[in-house]
């Protein structure tokens, strides 16, 4: 349908941070949105864009949200115990509004046995969409490089069970650009599968270097044993499927598994990915 397709994408996650650029995105592009959110009071105003209310797991109100609509962007949910079956319930929905692409923001890497146990789910995720009859294109997100600084703790110091192993984060915004590359002409990617990463893939050390660089104060890495970082979770008390979430994160560092740098930044938007040091320097991150 290309330019002249007037139908309204559907857009998920347009409160968050990266469906918001996205939907910022695409209305400074001036194409049409219907905003799925799960609280309309917060969804952002936009030139083109409509709220409707539907969360992933009420198949009623999303299939309602989704009639009409051809293509439409899946953010994944937030982390949950039930994360699969909501994730299932809104694929089942967008099927039965005749729904033709879903693009998924899925994980790097994402396989039944990937070490970062999330990335499972995204694996899971995408084999529904694959059987679901409709079309996709998945967008694999490394690591967000915006997240960095999150990992610093109080005291300045990176901890986890990630050794030396290398990272190839991305930048959030380097993603909402390639998916409203992707979401502007979803004919062209129907079927593919993109793995989004940044420029470079760093060591822990040399993201805490780049850190330190931005900060003006000093960052460190300090790698732990796996039973050393279950230990300095305990505090938050969290049930056992986040801590092995938020510790295999790290551990996926190092195995290696979030290391491959690719090209596909650059080839759905026609720019290089931004360094971490170019993301820092710029408009910031967005966590
Ligand atoms: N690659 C990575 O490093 C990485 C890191 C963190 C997260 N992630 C994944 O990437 C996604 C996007 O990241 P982000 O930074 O934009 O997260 P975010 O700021 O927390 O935004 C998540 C968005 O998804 C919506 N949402 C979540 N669960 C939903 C549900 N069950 N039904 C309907 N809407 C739902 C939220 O709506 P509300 O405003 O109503 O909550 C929000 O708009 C996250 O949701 C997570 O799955 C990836």
New binding site residues.
């Given amino acids: 349908m290309g330019l002249m397709d007037n139908t309204p994408l559907g857009i998920?996650?347009?409160?968050?941070?990266?469906?918001g650029r996205v939907a910022r995105k695409l209305a400074d592009a001036g194409r049409s949105q219907r905003l799925l959110?799960?609280?309309p009071s917060?969804a952002p105003q936009l030139a083109g864009a409509t709220a409707v209310q539907s969360?992933?797991?009420d198949r009623k109100a999303v299939t309602a949200a989704l009639d009409g609509l051809r293509t439409v962007l899946m953010?994944?949910?937030?982390?949950s115990p039930d994360r699969m079956s909501?994730h299932r319930a809104f694929i089942d929905a967008a099927a039965a509004a005749g729904v033709q692409q879903v693009v998924y923001?899925s994980?790097y890497g994402a396989a039944p046995d990937c070490t970062f146990t999330l990335g499972r789910d995204h694996f899971a995720t995408e084999e529904y969409l694959r059987a679901s009859g409709m079309g996709f294109t998945f967008l694999r997100?490394?690591?967000?490089a915006d997240?960095f600084p999150a990992m610093v703790g109080e005291d300045g110091v990176i901890r986890g069970p990630a050794a030396q192993g290398r990272v190839a984060a991305v930048a959030?915004d380097d993603i909402a650009d390639a998916a409203v590359a992707v979401l502007l002409d979803p004919e062209a990617h129907a079927g593919a599968t993109y793995s989004l990463t940044g420029p470079e893939a760093l060591t822990l050390d040399e993201v805490a270097a780049v850190l330190t660089g931005a900060k003006g104060r000093p960052v460190a890495y300090q790698p732990e044993t796996v039973p050393e970082a279950y230990a300095s979770r305990a505090v938050y008390a969290a049930p056992d499927w986040q801590v092995d979430a938020w510790v295999s994160t790290y551990t996926a560092i190092a195995a290696g598994e979030l290391a491959g740098v690719t090209g596909d930044i650059e080839t759905l938007t026609g720019r290089p990915a931004m360094s971490l040091a170019d993301l820092l320097r710029g408009a910031g991150s967005?966590y």
């Avoid at 998920?12 to 469906?19: M, N, P, Q």
């Avoid at 953010?75 to 982390?79: D, G, H, I, L, P």
């Fill in positions: 998920t996650g347009s409160t968050g941070r990266l469906g959110v799960r609280d917060r969360s992933y797991a953010v994944s949910a937030s982390e909501q923001i994980f997100d490394n690591l967000y997240f959030q967005a």
